[in-house]
């Protein structure tokens, strides 16, 4: 059985029992002292068995203080302290929230608009929708949304509810000066994310040689690189050298408005070619999609990504052990009271 204390450095009381021994010693000898002749003669001649052991209660109380230190160290038996390994890669999600996404559509019966169809397929994505989709569970995912700006919202994690609920929270730029889109920078913060993120473990494992077998990027947009610090093909070098896949998923039309009646485009609509050569170049691939409702079979294809092996922590349980100490010392304390408080009364 593997057990541990949850308070090791408690045991460091346990220092008090010789100062109690030595302290119940000199108060016994001085009581000794005070006896009267007669009684000092009774001692002398061997006294009764009460006399003898007048010394009983303070065993007693000691393994009963003795008990109390260890119940309050907490012993617990570990239960399910161990590690699996689980296929799994580094996924970073990287949505477009520039102000072309804020271009109204249908989605599944529903009037929206583009990122709030796109925050719904991408939330199945991660969690599974009892369907084509399966969910990641495992996996290692971040998200990154841009618009004239790359941030990040959530860095690499397995722990995919807070990831979703911070996915859900995403609108919209609302500000002119942050509606651009700037897909080059956005690259280059996933792929420092997952360069990162594959340096943290290999320190946590010890394996200089470690490297994740599958790192990707999987990036939604409905425009062209109008802003930011890199171009989508510097992004594409960077990805290529650390061994990075980048997948693009391209929603055409670009934003629209109403005009008299008439629907007229008035921002840039992706470019295939481009794109397909920047996903091409690091080996992952580019989609075209011309309608929102065509992105779960794009994201299911997504889905069957490569895997890799990484090493996760089960959940560790524990089983108190601490209440036998606690009864015993309970029981200890109430009989040393006890016994001092009558039989041995006039002798300790």
């Not at 057990?3 to 010693?25: E, F, G, N, S, T």
């Not at 990154?144 to 919209?172: C, N, W």
């Not at 470690?210 to 510097?234: C, H, R």
């Not at 890799?308 to 029981?331: G, H, W």
Request: aromatic share 6%; hydrophobic share 45%.
């Amino acid at each position: 059985m593997d057990w541990q204390l949850a308070y090791p450095a408690v045991l460091v009381c346990l220092i008090m029992l010789p100062l109690y021994w030595i302290v119940a010693w000199i108060r016994d000898r001085r009581r000794s002292a005070s006896i009267s002749p007669v009684a000092s003669r009774v001692l002398a001649a061997g006294g009764s068995l009460r006399t003898r052991t007048r010394w009983l209660p303070v065993l007693i109380k000691s393994l009963a203080i003795g008990a109390m230190i260890v119940a309050l160290a907490r012993p617990q038996e570990v239960i399910g302290n161990s590690t699996s390994e689980r296929d799994a890669i580094a996924l970073e999600l990287v949505v477009d929230r520039s102000g072309s996404m804020d271009d109204a559509v249908k989605f599944k019966g529903v009037r929206t608009n583009r990122l709030e169809a796109v925050k719904s397929v991408v939330e199945s994505f991660v969690l599974g929708d009892g369907k084509s989709l399966k969910g990641r569970e495992g996996d290692l995912l971040g998200l990154i949304v841009f618009g004239t700006y790359a941030d990040t919202l959530m860095p690499l994690t397995q722990s995919h509810l807070p990831l979703v609920e911070a996915l859900r929270k995403v609108q919209v730029a609302d500000d002119n000066r942050e509606k651009a889109t700037s897909i080059g920078d956005a690259i280059i913060l996933a792929c420092a994310r997952l360069k990162a993120s594959e340096d943290a473990i290999k320190n946590e494992t010890d394996d200089p040689d470690f490297t994740l077998k599958s790192k990707a990027i999987v990036l939604l947009t409905d425009g062209e690189n109008s802003a930011g610090q890199y171009t989508p093909a510097q992004g594409a070098q960077l990805a290529a050298d650390w061994g990075i896949k980048v997948y693009i998923i391209g929603i055409q039309g670009g934003a629209t408005q109403v005009f008299g009646g008439m629907r007229i485009n008035i921002g840039q609509e992706v470019n295939d070619q481009r794109m397909s050569e920047v996903a091409e170049y690091t080996g992952g691939k580019y989609w075209g999609v011309q309608e929102v409702a065509d992105l779960e079979d794009v994201y299911a294809q997504i889905d069957e990504l490569e895997r890799t092996t990484i090493t996760v922590n089960d959940t560790t349980t524990y089983r108190e052990l601490y209440p036998p100490f606690a009864i015993a010392s309970l029981i200890g304390l109430s009989a040393a009271y006890l016994l001092g408080a009558s039989v041995y009364r006039s002798v300790v």
